[in-house]
């Protein structure tokens, strides 16, 4: 299984980025998958996740300006994210939300929030 991030960019304070991530096969279609984002310096967090169904969580930061998605039918789980901080900077992952589920991890996509 291979996922690919995408969407990332530099975008000022306030700005949206709509991320999304493709996974390979069939094997996390329908498993509840995650965005994590790992800041310089700090270890990797859960951002949001969202099961199988559609039904999504999110970390307190960013409750309220990202929304989390997927299409099972095209192996997809996006990330909309709006009002965007300086401390969300980070490279953002996607990848299942149960550790047992994870597959290896993808190179991410680079997200800078510039003040």
């Known amino acids: 299984v291979q996922l690919q991030a995408s969407g990332g960019g530099l975008v000022q304070a306030g700005g949206s980025l709509r991320l999304s991530c493709v996974y390979s096969?069939?094997?996390?279609?329908?498993?509840?998958m995650a965005w994590y984002r790992q800041a310089p310096g700090k270890e990797r967090e859960l951002v949001a996740s969202?099961?199988?169904?559609?039904?999504?969580n999110y970390v307190d930061s960013v409750k309220g300006r990202f929304t989390i998605s997927r299409d099972n039918t095209k192996n997809t789980v996006d990330l909309q994210m709006n009002s965007l901080k300086p401390e969300d900077t980070a490279v953002y992952y996607c990848?299942?939300?149960?550790?047992?589920?994870?597959?290896?991890w993808g190179q991410g996509t680079q997200v800078t929030v510039s003040s």
């Open positions: 990848n299942a939300l149960i550790r047992s589920q994870k597959v290896s």
């Open positions: 969202i099961t199988g169904i559609g039904s999504a």
């Open positions: 096969g069939s094997i996390l279609r329908f498993k509840p």
